[in-house]
Each structure stands twice: as C-alpha cells, then as structure tokens.
Nanobody, 117 residues
C-alpha cells in the first residue's frame, strides 16, 4: 500500500516561511511521474481542502488563498514532494497532508503548521 509521510511543519511567525516534505513509498518511478499530486490542509474544526496541485506535466494549480505564496514541487528520483510556504498567515494554521489528486490513497499523519506571533 502506498504511504505518505509528511514532515517539516512547526511554528512560524506571520510573514515567515516553512518548507514541507512528503516522502512517498511503494511507487515505481514510471508510476510516480505519471500521477498528479497535491498538498491538502485541514484547519482546526474545518474540513480538509486541497491547496496545491502538481500535475504530471509539471503544471501547477493553487487555491486562491495560497496563490503567490506557496510553491509545490517534486523530486522524481527520491519520490518526494515539497511545499514551499512563504509569507505565512495565521489562517495557514492547519495540519498539512500530501496525497494523490483525484483518487487519494490512504492518508498519512500529516504535519502541523502553526502560524502565530
């Protein structure tokens, strides 16, 4: 079963930056490169939402709330996904998850991001 392990979260001040990583496992290279992946987040008391998508053709899409501040990328050789988060706002506080887009697999534990002064 495919696994996703997120890391890199923590406490950041408003205006600060964090870079999240997601290590995937059990993908062969050809499958990993052919899939669309995304970063999701679940703020306290709210539903999980998709905030960044990286398509297999390397194009990207972002939720309006993070556009211009977050950047999604991946390293095919390492089967790893990244989310660079800049100009963080308190409303970015959430648990962040990575997964496939369209047909998400099992969810990892996520990584907590807290933006507060």
């Amino acid at each position: 079963q495919v696994q996703f392990v997120e890391s890199g979260g923590g406490l950041a001040q408003p205006g600060g930056s964090l870079k999240l990583s997601c290590q995937t496992s059990r993908f062969i290279l050809s499958t990993f490169t052919a899939l669309d992946f995304g970063w999701y987040r679940q703020p306290p008391g709210k539903q999980r939402e998709l905030v960044a998508t990286l398509y297999s053709d390397r194009s990207t899409n972002y939720a309006d709330s993070v556009k211009g501040r977050f950047t999604i990328s991946k390293d095919n050789s390492r089967r790893r996904l990244y989310l660079q988060m800049d100009s963080l706002k308190p409303e970015d506080t959430a648990v962040y998850y990575c997964n496939k887009v369209g047909s998400p697999g099992s969810w990892g534990q996520g990584t907590q991001v807290t933006v507060s002064s």
